[in-house]
């Protein structure tokens, strides 16, 4: 990873108004649903009171001492003591209460968030998804979204904070009006400094957020189970350790200097409040000695202060964390305006007859931020009841293909036709439906069995029997005592099993096969295979596809025998296209890759 250099790094000038439209966003964000209303307005209740209590333990304790040094009468001071010790067990009850209730609705809040935000993101486009740019993006939404009720939380402390200031504010006018404004220069220096601080270490953190997503994939490979035969069979450790390693020490470059700016806020801060401190007591001790103020006063007037400024700093405090927030909600609020899926919308609904064909007309495609096309002006054909095998070399464009037929992405130039309309007039969904796809880089799901063949709780079971069986997967299953129900890997439970190589093909094929289409599409299915199990699979899957229309992606060319026709690509374009034999009679790019891969079998010595 490149390094980054502090120049680029420059501070941003956020203005009030823009604080309080992010703080207005996250508040509507909440309010929109009906227990985000209850919560805000239970926590602004709770704001209220807490503003108030705590003048009680600001004022009694004063009226004792006084009580104490001067009239000595016992009732008021019992009277002052009950009072002391009801208000706070009062303020406690009340509370619970209300924070029980706040947890609760807080909980289901955050649940509905996330789920929103996982149903956005699993809507949005496969091109926008497979950016890396979106998903850094991605990451740091998620995370202003985990804080976004914070919002809620910080604006109700500055609820409390300035009933507090309004009350205590009527004591402390009685000693002298410029102790306030003592007060408010020191809070005021501190959160100018505050905002200055948090604004660098939000720019810091977004840098240092592209290293945590590099560093997040290394460190999977670093631990995760798929990744350690390669690694200690190359003995890779050290390769990767390595990558680890320089990236975090370029990373704690900025870790530092983010961990700098809190060290330089609290050195100030402490250097302010020093100075507080100092003149109120200097002035306070001069009241008492030499102007006959009372020391119960003097104890009233040091807590209301200290009250004063804590409930002050409370408020700049909670406007620095909005301010700070604000920026996260920002970019809650660019991820959330990324177009989740393309503006084309089509409502038609795609109907694959026994005539129907798929065409691709002049299409050419180059993915985003390239400028080298992939599909270069191609036009092919795909009839129904037809078995296209394309084959070609690695970068000849057969995976952007399947990419563009089933709409996961969309042409840069160009039309692909179903029936001679255009494929985005039909709704996407529906269009998708009409294809059964394996792909190469295809998953096994953390579940089990059954639900990752069916991607369903309630699958049916004699469904899956004839299709596993179909499959040959029934071999498998007569040694799995739960059958259906037995974990795949052992990431969630340690009885799950480990498929092969060919039993994972199998189950990926048992896949599309349950949930059917019109349409089979299998991208390098058999790649990591051997050719028994790939034979065997392909004659399984010939008896399974009888009739239907079938693409199939593959680099080994025993497969076209089960083709009708054959599409060789080259350099994203169609180079050849006909039968086997018409191919193989042409003596041209297919006859030349046939007859080297034919030559590791019949040949004894290469």
């Known amino acids: 990873m490149a390094f980054i250099s502090f120049e680029n790094i420059k501070e941003k000038h956020q203005t009030f108004d823009q604080t309080c439209n992010y703080a207005l966003y996250a508040l509507k964000y909440v309010w929109k649903r009906k227990q985000g209303k209850t919560y805000i307005l239970t926590k602004e209740l709770s704001a209220l009171l807490n503003g108030l209590f705590p003048l009680v333990n600001m004022i009694i304790p004063g009226l004792i001492i006084n009580e104490l040094v001067q009239g000595r009468a016992i009732s008021k001071i019992i009277f002052y003591i009950i009072i002391l010790l009801t208000v706070p067990a009062v303020q406690n009850i009340i509370n619970y209460f209300l924070d029980k209730k706040l947890n609760k609705l807080s909980l289901h809040l955050s649940l509905a968030f996330n789920e929103e935000f996982y149903h956005y993101v699993l809507g949005m486009d496969y091109e926008k998804i497979e950016n890396p740019e979106i998903q850094v993006k991605k990451e740091r939404a998620d995370d202003a979204l985990s ?13 409390t904070a300035v009933v507090s200031l309004l009350a205590i504010s009527s004591v402390i006018l009685t000693l002298n009006p410029f102790v306030i404004l003592l007060v408010v220069l020191v809070i005021f220096s501190n959160s100018v400094m505050a905002k200055r601080a948090n604004l660098k270490k939000h720019d810091l953190g977004k840098k240092l957020s592209d290293f945590d997503w590099y560093q997040g994939g290394v460190s999977y490979m670093l631990n995760h189970i798929s990744f350690a035969k390669e690694i200690r069979i190359f003995d890779i450790k050290s390769l990767l350790i390595s990558l680890f390693t320089k990236s975090k020490e370029e990373s704690n470059v900025f870790e530092l200097e983010y961990r700098k700016c809190n060290w330089r806020l609290g050195l100030f801060r402490t250097a302010t409040n020093l100075i507080q401190q100092g003149i109120l007591y200097a002035y306070l001790v001069y009241k008492v000695l030499f102007k006959d103020l009372p020391i119960g006063n003097m104890t009233i007037y040091l807590s209301s202060v200290g009250q004063f400024s804590n409930s002050l700093g409370s408020v700049f405090d909670s406007y620095i964390r909005l301010a700070d927030r604000g920026l996260k909600t920002q970019e809650l609020i660019d991820f959330l305006s990324v177009t989740a899926a393309q ?8 109907v694959f007859r026994d005539d129907s064909v798929i065409e691709f007309s002049h299409v050419s495609f180059r993915y985003p931020g390239s400028e080298h096309y992939a599909i270069r002006d191609m036009d092919l054909k795909i009839c129904a009841g037809e078995k296209l095998c394309i084959v070609g070399s690695n970068g000849s464009g057969k995976s952007t293909f399947i990419k563009l037929l089933l709409r996961l992405y969309h042409p840069t130039e160009g039309k692909i036709l179903l029936d001679g309309v255009d494929i985005n007039e039909y709704d996407q969904k529906a269009y998708q439906q009409l294809f059964a796809p394996v792909f190469q880089d295809f998953v096994s799901y953390y579940m089990n069995l059954g639900m990752n063949i069916a991607l369903t709780h ?6 899956l029997d004839e299709i596993c069986e179909k499959n040959g997967l029934d071999s498998m299953l007569s040694h799995l005592p739960k059958k259906y129900e037995t974990p795949l890997e052992k990431w969630f439970d340690s009885e799950g099993i480990d498929p092969s190589g060919g039993e994972e093909q199998r189950i990926a094929i048992a896949r599309a096969c349950y949930h059917g289409g019109d349409i089979f599409v299998l991208d390098e299915p058999t790649a990591a295979i051997d050719p028994i199990t790939e034979y065997d699979i392909y004659m399984r899957f010939n008896k399974i596809i009888t009739g239907k229309c079938t693409v199939l992606i593959t680099h080994r060319l025993s497969a076209v025998q089960l083709a009708d026709k054959v ?13 086997h034999k018409e191919l193989y009679d042409k003596k041209g790019i297919y006859t030349e890759m046939f007859d080297k891969q034919a030559k590791f079998y019949r040949d004894e010595k290469i």
Not at 343 to 348: M, P, R, S
Not at 458 to 463: A, G, L
Not at 567 to 579: I, L, S
């Open 147 to 159: 804080g976004i009720i914070t919002v809620v939380d910080q604006i109700n402390a500055v609820t």
């Open 343 to 350: 503006e084309i919308k089509g409502t038609k609904i795609p």
């Open 458 to 463: 309630d699958y049916d079971e004699k469904k």
């Open 567 to 579: 599409a060789v690509f080259e350099n994203g374009c169609v180079a050849e296209y006909g039968t």
